[in-house]
């Protein structure tokens, strides 16, 4: 069974910067697109980047492109978001989420990481 | 952008009974060159990441109970739970995977009656 781990959050200033990792354990991931879906607090899902299973393909949302830079180590099991110019709006928990073997739906997350973005 | 109403926003039915949730997509998601709905299912529980329930709109996902079931195509999606258990209270999403950005439905609670 695969296991997804996050970790990175915390408290940070807006304008400011922040690295998500996410850990996959269990199975290879290498074969997947994965995925970073955030929630704020009571809110619903948010959807915010894909990376293919060999990082040549990334797509992002709209309100954080230029902003977040999603990546991958196949070599490590790790996925990466890189969050820069931090706003008060992407106050979330950020989820890792596989992309699943027989559909594109996501099969498997993380527990998620919080961002908090406040001065 | 593909956007995901759901209906109702909150629903509470006695255990046992029948809860059922509506989807509607502003893009058609069935592709034609394979005959599939680009439309999934989650199920999120307090203080929990989502589940996923269902995929292809109607395919149960490997250890979801059979009481769980979806249906529809196009752009019109159920969500069915046949009899509800106590265990099934917690927020329910559709989901597009069609095309970027996979957007999300609002959610709809479900509680018990």
């Known amino acids: 069974q695969v296991h997804l781990v996050e970790s990175g959050g915390g408290v940070v200033q807006p304008g400011r910067s922040l690295r998500l990792s996410c850990a996959a354990s269990g199975v290879t991931f290498r074969s997947n697109a994965m995925h970073w879906v955030r929630q704020a607090p009571g809110k619903g899902l948010e959807w915010v980047t894909l990376i293919s299973f060999d990082g040549t393909t990334k797509k992002y949302l709209d309100s954080v492109k230029g902003r977040f830079t999603i990546s991958r180590d196949n070599s490590k099991n790790t996925l990466f978001l890189q969050m820069d110019s931090l706003r008060a709006e992407d106050t979330a928990v950020y989820y890792c989420?596989?992309?699943?073997?027989?559909?594109?739906?996501?099969?498997?997350w993380g527990r998620g990481t919080l961002v908090t973005v406040s001065s | 952008d593909i956007v995901m109403t759901q209906s109702p926003d909150f629903l509470a039915v006695s255990l046992g009974e029948r809860a059922t949730i509506n989807c509607r997509s502003t893009?058609?998601?069935?592709?034609?060159?394979?005959?599939?709905?680009?439309l999934a299912w989650y199920q999120q529980k307090p203080g929990q990441p989502p589940k996923l329930l269902i995929y292809?709109?109607?395919t149960r996902e490997s250890g979801v109970p059979d009481r769980f079931s979806g249906s529809g195509s196009g752009t019109d999606f159920t969500l069915t739970i046949s009899s509800l258990q106590a265990e099934d209270v917690a927020v329910y999403y559709c989901?597009?995977?069609?095309?970027?950005?996979?957007?999300f439905g609002p959610g709809t609670k479900v509680d018990v009656k």
């Open positions: 989420a596989r992309g699943g073997d027989t559909s594109d739906a996501f099969d498997t």
């Open positions: 292809w709109a109607s």
């Open positions: 893009h058609n998601l069935l592709y034609s060159s394979n005959n599939k709905n680009y």
């Open positions: 989901q597009q995977y069609y095309r970027s950005p996979f957007t």
